[in-house]
Protein backbone atom coordinates (compact mmCIF):
# COMPACT_ATOMS: atom_id res chain seq x y z
CA UNK A 1 0.00 0.00 0.00
CA UNK A 2 2.69 2.54 0.97
CA UNK A 3 4.80 1.57 -2.29
CA UNK A 4 1.26 2.63 -4.46
CA UNK A 5 1.37 5.53 -2.68
CA UNK A 6 4.24 6.37 -3.18
CA UNK A 7 4.53 5.55 -7.04
CA UNK A 8 1.07 8.03 -6.98
CA UNK A 9 3.19 10.35 -5.41
CA UNK A 10 5.92 10.46 -7.38
CA UNK A 11 3.83 10.36 -10.56
CA UNK A 12 1.71 13.80 -9.44
CA UNK A 13 5.12 15.25 -8.78
CA UNK A 14 6.51 15.06 -11.87
CA UNK A 15 2.94 15.96 -13.72
CA UNK A 16 3.07 19.37 -11.72
CA UNK A 17 6.88 19.68 -12.56
CA UNK A 18 6.10 19.60 -16.15
CA UNK A 19 3.14 21.90 -16.17
CA UNK A 20 4.87 24.19 -14.02
CA UNK A 21 7.78 24.13 -16.82
CA UNK A 22 4.85 24.83 -19.88
CA UNK A 23 2.49 27.11 -19.67
CA UNK A 24 -0.78 26.11 -21.93
CA UNK A 25 -1.81 30.38 -22.23
CA UNK A 26 1.45 30.89 -23.52
CA UNK A 27 1.55 28.29 -25.78
CA UNK A 28 -1.87 29.26 -27.05
CA UNK A 29 -0.91 32.72 -27.29
CA UNK A 30 1.91 31.31 -30.43
CA UNK A 31 -0.68 29.08 -31.49
CA UNK A 32 -3.26 31.66 -32.30
CA UNK A 33 -0.41 33.64 -33.96
CA UNK A 34 0.68 31.30 -36.22
CA UNK A 35 -2.66 29.91 -37.08
CA UNK A 36 -3.63 33.58 -37.93
CA UNK A 37 -0.91 34.42 -40.15
CA UNK A 38 -1.13 31.03 -42.02
CA UNK A 39 -5.33 31.67 -42.90
CA UNK A 40 -4.00 35.68 -43.60
CA UNK A 41 -5.01 35.60 -47.44
CA UNK A 42 -2.91 38.76 -49.16
CA UNK A 43 0.65 39.48 -48.77
CA UNK A 44 1.81 42.81 -46.56
CA UNK A 45 3.62 45.52 -48.25
CA UNK A 46 5.69 45.58 -44.95
CA UNK A 47 7.49 43.15 -43.53
CA UNK A 48 5.98 42.70 -39.60
CA UNK A 49 7.58 40.77 -36.98
CA UNK A 50 6.84 38.78 -33.68
CA UNK A 51 8.75 38.20 -30.91
CA UNK A 52 8.30 35.32 -28.80
CA UNK A 53 9.70 34.14 -25.14
CA UNK A 54 12.33 30.70 -25.16
CA UNK A 55 9.34 29.66 -22.85
CA UNK A 56 6.90 30.56 -24.97
CA UNK A 57 8.47 28.60 -27.94
CA UNK A 58 8.83 25.51 -25.43
CA UNK A 59 5.33 25.81 -24.68
CA UNK A 60 3.73 25.41 -27.90
CA UNK A 61 6.42 22.49 -28.97
CA UNK A 62 5.89 20.55 -26.38
CA UNK A 63 1.53 21.02 -25.98
CA UNK A 64 0.68 21.44 -29.85
CA UNK A 65 3.30 20.75 -32.04
CA UNK A 66 4.78 17.37 -31.16
CA UNK A 67 1.32 16.21 -30.22
CA UNK A 68 -0.04 17.26 -33.38
CA UNK A 69 2.58 16.56 -36.26
CA UNK A 70 5.69 14.18 -34.07
CA UNK A 71 3.94 12.20 -31.46
CA UNK A 72 6.93 10.13 -31.47
CA UNK A 73 8.76 12.99 -29.65
CA UNK A 74 7.52 12.65 -25.77
CA UNK A 75 9.50 16.10 -24.59
CA UNK A 76 11.41 19.19 -26.41
CA UNK A 77 13.58 22.09 -24.58
CA UNK A 78 15.43 24.53 -26.29
CA UNK A 79 17.76 26.99 -25.28
CA UNK A 80 17.69 29.35 -27.06
CA UNK A 81 20.89 31.43 -27.51
CA UNK A 82 22.24 34.42 -29.59
CA UNK A 83 23.03 34.58 -33.09
CA UNK A 84 20.58 31.51 -34.30
CA UNK A 85 22.65 29.19 -31.31
CA UNK A 86 20.28 26.56 -30.15
CA UNK A 87 20.48 23.57 -28.24
CA UNK A 88 18.49 21.51 -26.30
CA UNK A 89 17.03 18.18 -25.23
CA UNK A 90 14.12 15.34 -27.17
CA UNK A 91 12.95 12.87 -25.49
CA UNK A 92 11.88 9.96 -27.92
CA UNK A 93 9.64 7.06 -28.08
CA UNK A 94 9.20 4.79 -30.71
CA UNK A 95 6.46 2.37 -30.79
CA UNK A 96 4.00 0.57 -32.79
CA UNK A 97 4.29 -1.42 -35.73
CA UNK A 98 5.40 1.70 -38.20
CA UNK A 99 8.79 0.88 -35.46
CA UNK A 100 8.45 -2.63 -34.88
CA UNK A 101 11.88 -3.14 -37.23
CA UNK A 102 13.82 -0.57 -35.01
CA UNK A 103 15.95 -2.29 -32.39
CA UNK A 104 14.99 -2.17 -29.17
CA UNK A 105 18.16 0.00 -27.99
CA UNK A 106 16.65 2.56 -30.15
CA UNK A 107 13.41 2.62 -29.14
CA UNK A 108 13.44 4.71 -26.27
CA UNK A 109 16.36 7.69 -26.85
CA UNK A 110 17.45 11.25 -25.40
CA UNK A 111 19.02 13.73 -27.54
CA UNK A 112 21.23 15.99 -26.56
CA UNK A 113 22.11 18.61 -29.57
CA UNK A 114 23.33 22.53 -30.12
CA UNK A 115 23.86 23.97 -33.70
CA UNK A 116 22.83 26.99 -35.49
CA UNK A 117 19.65 27.96 -36.91
CA UNK A 118 19.85 29.19 -40.96
CA UNK A 119 17.09 30.76 -42.23
CA UNK A 120 17.06 32.32 -46.08
CA UNK A 121 14.51 32.20 -48.84
CA UNK A 122 11.28 30.68 -46.74
CA UNK A 123 13.23 28.00 -45.67
CA UNK A 124 15.18 27.12 -42.91
CA UNK A 125 17.54 24.16 -41.34
CA UNK A 126 19.10 23.17 -38.07
CA UNK A 127 23.24 22.67 -38.81
CA UNK A 128 23.88 20.16 -35.72
CA UNK A 129 27.40 20.80 -34.37
CA UNK A 130 27.32 18.20 -31.38
CA UNK A 131 25.04 15.24 -30.55
CA UNK A 132 24.58 12.92 -27.82
CA UNK A 133 22.07 10.01 -27.53
CA UNK A 134 21.36 8.85 -24.58
CA UNK A 135 24.74 9.81 -22.54
CA UNK A 136 27.40 8.99 -26.01
CA UNK A 137 28.97 11.32 -27.99
CA UNK A 138 28.39 10.71 -32.30
CA UNK A 139 29.44 12.99 -35.11
CA UNK A 140 26.56 14.98 -36.59
CA UNK A 141 28.10 13.96 -39.82
CA UNK A 142 28.28 9.88 -39.55
CA UNK A 143 24.77 9.98 -38.20
CA UNK A 144 23.38 11.69 -41.39
CA UNK A 145 25.91 8.95 -43.70
CA UNK A 146 23.84 5.85 -41.40
CA UNK A 147 21.08 7.84 -41.92
CA UNK A 148 20.89 7.60 -45.60
CA UNK A 149 22.37 3.91 -45.50
CA UNK A 150 18.92 3.10 -43.71
CA UNK A 151 17.46 4.85 -46.87
CA UNK A 152 18.44 2.17 -49.30
CA UNK A 153 14.78 1.46 -50.49
CA UNK A 154 13.23 5.02 -50.82
CA UNK A 155 13.50 6.93 -53.89
CA UNK A 156 13.57 10.45 -52.10
CA UNK A 157 16.36 10.25 -49.45
CA UNK A 158 16.54 12.77 -46.63
CA UNK A 159 19.43 14.14 -44.60
CA UNK A 160 19.78 15.68 -40.81
CA UNK A 161 20.96 18.67 -42.55
CA UNK A 162 18.34 18.90 -44.82
CA UNK A 163 16.23 22.37 -45.55
CA UNK A 164 12.49 22.85 -44.66
CA UNK A 165 9.83 25.33 -46.21
CA UNK A 166 8.90 27.76 -43.20
CA UNK A 167 5.42 27.58 -41.88
CA UNK A 168 3.19 29.31 -43.83
CA UNK A 169 2.49 32.81 -43.55
CA UNK A 170 6.26 33.04 -42.13
CA UNK A 171 8.97 34.95 -44.03
CA UNK A 172 12.23 34.44 -41.55
CA UNK A 173 12.98 33.74 -38.51
CA UNK A 174 16.35 34.97 -36.26
CA UNK A 175 17.00 33.28 -32.69
CA UNK A 176 18.15 35.65 -29.92
CA UNK A 177 18.91 35.18 -26.39
CA UNK A 178 16.09 33.37 -24.80
CA UNK A 179 14.03 34.67 -27.36
CA UNK A 180 12.59 33.96 -31.16
CA UNK A 181 11.35 36.75 -34.04
CA UNK A 182 9.47 35.50 -36.88
CA UNK A 183 8.80 37.53 -39.64
CA UNK A 184 5.55 37.34 -41.90
Same mark, same amino acid.
Not at 100 to 103: L, M, N
Given at each position: MKLKVCIIGLISFSVL???? /???VDKAKKMDDFLRRIREKTKDAIYLKKMTFSERELNSYLNIFYLKRYSPEVKYLKLDLRKNNYVSGIMKVYLAGKKY /????SFLKDIEIEFSGKLECKNYRVRYVFEKMEINGTHFSPEILDEAFNAA??????RKSIFDWFSLLPGLKNVVIGYKKITVYY
Open positions: LISA /EFS /EKVPQAGFNV
